[in-house]
């Protein structure tokens, strides 16, 4: 990360091209820094194209909100319309301690002459369209990569000035997280075919098979004394998960909940599952926000060894498991169930570690220095 000494308050801009009427993880994530602008002493003022319901977190946040009304909601109209009509709102806010801040390359492209500094954030590798689009960003514009894979991919294959370039991992509040209370017994979700002394591991997510259903099924399988609870997704979704094998009695598939009651669901479990698989379109380059709130709640967590997230931890704070080995998940909770103290001991590293490294404040911070580069 650049040298947080040299970032200071400013007036921050953050303009994306993104609906904010659902908690997706891009959306959480955009909240999130938001308040973090605010809390290290930002004038904050976001603007976003109104279509549809706003987020209840994006309303109770002490910013500037400034809605963009588009006719369109999806594809190229949407975004050429919010462009145009994002470029005056920028120049009548932009002035010489300002910043702008996107996760949208066609707001970079319209708002760069506008504000001397602009901060570029990517989750992915750029689209065919973006790399044509590429040529047309100058010098002033700084960029943030979620991962140092992407950071190089970046560097290395479209010949963006190192200097200008900066790896910025997903964090978590982590308060909120590390100091949830874990829910009562009785009030915990728990498979009505495992004992309440089981153990019991939580996944919470999309439900998709390239996030390690197979993988999760197989355990379930071959640990039938274990429970398994899988949070996430649609109702149709949770029919084709139980479809897809996991339709077992030590098995509980339950539709999405809502993300504030993530951290006493984390607290509430013997191990986190996130096993990840190479089907993943982003795997090369993710920071997987649900890393960062498992590890700040201090419960053990399973991990897939991919490169980014082997950038973050390794096995003094998490357990990995080879997310091209069908019995390797079950492999290593029966190892989590023989060694308790040794997943304690890395649970209590995890949660040390992004306590002092991977905080939003922190980010924050390194995004504005990266700007004054």
Not at 113 to 118: F, I, S
Not at 315 to 330: G, M
Request: net charge positive; hydrophobic share 45%; aromatic share 6%.
């Amino acid at each position: 990360m650049p040298n947080l000494v040299s970032a200071r308050p400013a007036s921050v801009i953050v303009a994306n091209n993104m609906i904010m009427e659902a908690e997706t993880a891009h959306v959480l994530q955009t909240c999130q820094m938001l308040a973090a602008f605010a809390r290290i002493g930002c004038r904050v003022t976001y603007v976003w194209p109104a279509y549809g319901p706003m987020v209840q977190a994006l309303a109770e946040l002490p910013i500037d909100r400034r809605p963009i009304p588009c006719r369109t909601r999806y594809g190229k109209a949407r975004y050429a319309e919010f462009a145009a009509r994002l470029m005056p709102e920028v120049r009548g806010l932009g002035g010489a301690d300002s910043v702008v801040v996107s996760r949208s390359l066609g707001v970079a492209v319209a708002c760069q002459w506008l504000t001397p500094r602009l901060v570029l954030e990517l989750h992915q590798d750029l689209s065919p369209l973006a790399r044509l689009v590429l040529p047309l960003l100058g010098r002033r514009v700084r960029w943030v990569a979620i991962s140092g894979s992407l950071r190089e991919h970046l560097i290395g294959d479209y010949r963006l000035p190192a200097a200008h370039v900066a790896a910025c991992h997903d964090a978590v509040d982590f308060p909120r997280f590390a100091q949830a209370e874990p829910l009562p017994q009785a009030a915990r979700p728990w498979p009505a075919g495992v004992d309440r002394a089981a153990p019991v591991h939580l996944y919470y997510g999309t439900l998709r098979p390239e996030r390690g259903l197979d993988l999760i099924s197989r355990a379930a399988s071959g640990l039938p004394g274990h429970g398994f609870v899988l949070i996430g997704g649609t109702p149709a979704e949770v029919e084709a998960a139980r479809a897809r094998g996991l339709d077992r009695p030590n098995v509980l598939v339950l539709p999405a909940v809502a993300h504030a009651a993530i951290p006493r669901l984390l607290r509430s479990y013997h191990s986190v599952l996130l096993p990840y698989t190479r089907a993943v379109g982003t795997h090369r380059w993710m920071s997987p926000l649900k890393l960062f709130e498992v590890l700040a709640s201090g419960t053990p967590a399973v991990v897939s060894r991919l490169g980014p997230v082997t950038e973050v931890v390794d096995e003094n704070q998490v357990a990995f498991i080879d997310p091209d080995d069908l019995d390797s998940l079950t492999v290593q909770l029966t190892r989590l169930a023989e060694q308790p103290e040794a997943a304690r001991a890395r649970a209590d590293g995890g949660q040390r570690l992004v306590g002092d490294c991977h905080t939003w404040d922190q980010r924050a911070r390194a995004i504005l220095a990266l700007a004054e580069t």
